[in-house]
């Protein structure tokens, strides 16, 4: 009986909540029928809901393309950046060719040097020749001595004759098994027995031991010095020196230009300057002759 009870009493809640619903609601047709019917006089009215609509509104469509532009902000940011990175793959592909052939063309002057190094030296030399770099050199600006990467089982001998393109480099003095050094004709143990062109009478040594008034601002040049022969030979600035053929090398291979000519009356001597051919300051690639049987 009492569960009976219970139940009825829940039945009455229900109503009285289905009833006051229905009242809420009743309630609030009529505020919206009254807002609607007075609305030219009630300060609250149907604009106002518009316009709270349509800020509500306006705001909600500032969001979604605020969202919208920023959604293709990162869909353009992805593709740029994809673009980029492609472009810098694109551009170090480009830059390795560009390396590339600047070897390929470096390759090719350097094999244009060395051929023409070969007009300088006789046909009985050229079958014995030997083509290589300069793989190391000596402290400071100047090639007085190298390194050179060729040895004992490429061919190259001890006194071997150095030449590039441009003329007469130096001798080897050392031979490895796969390096051999060499000096230059800057180094004070270097010597070579030179004539000039115009006149192949007209002789003299190359060499760099000798005692000179201005001596080091030659060096500092990379200039050459020696002296001729005989104090009577006709020696002027620009005559072309070459190698004699006396003593170890070929005759014939080009040293450089007299520079200036300096008459020594005290002790007899016609000393000279001469600018050389070769570049001692850069050496790259050489061209390794076998050396004369003199003995």
């Known amino acids: 009986m009492k569960f009976d009870k219970n139940k009825k ?7 009285k909540v289905i009833a006051t619903g229905i009242v809420a609601i009743t309630l ?7 807002i609607g ?8 009215g149907p604009g106002v809901l518009l316009d709270g609509i349509t800020v509500i509104e306006g705001n909600f469509n500032k969001g979604f393309t605020f969202l919208q532009g920023s959604f293709k902000d990162l869909i353009n940011y992805k593709k740029n950046a994809k673009e980029i990175s492609e472009l810098e793959k694109e551009n170090d592909k480009l830059k390795q060719e560009v390396i590339d052939l600047n070897n390929k063309l470096d390759e090719g ?6 051929k023409k190094s070969l007009n300088f030296i006789d046909e009985k030399y050229k079958t014995k020749s030997i083509s290589t770099r300069v793989v190391g050199k000596n402290d400071g600006n100047w090639y007085n001595s190298f390194t050179i990467g060729a040895g004992s089982s490429d061919g190259v001998k001890k006194e071997s004759i150095v030449v590039n393109g441009n003329g007469l ?18 180094d004070t143990k270097s010597s070579v027995s030179f004539k000039l062109l115009k006149d192949s009478n007209f002789k003299g040594i190359i060499t760099q031991n000798l005692t000179l008034d201005h001596k080091e601002s030659y060096k500092n040049k990379g200039y050459l010095h020696g002296y001729m022969f005989d104090t009577s030979y006709d020696v002027l600035p620009g005559d072309v020196v070459v190698t004699s053929g006396l003593g170890l090398y070929p005759k014939g291979i080009p040293i450089g230009e007299i520079d200036q000519v300096i008459d020594d009356k005290n002790k007899s001597m016609k000393y000279v300057v001469v600018k050389p051919y070769v570049n001692f300051k850069n050496l790259d690639d050489v061209m390794i002759i076998e050396p004369r049987n003199i003995g």
């Open 28 to 34: 609030i047709g009529i505020v919206g029928i009254s």
């Open 169 to 186: 480099v130096g001798i080897v003095y050392e031979v490895s098994k796969n390096y051999s050094k060499a000096i230059s004709l800057l």
């Open 109 to 114: 002057e350097s094999l244009g040097s060395l």
């Open 37 to 44: 019917k007075f609305s030219g006089t009630n300060p609250v």
């Open 9 to 15: 009493e829940k039945k009455r809640i229900n109503i």
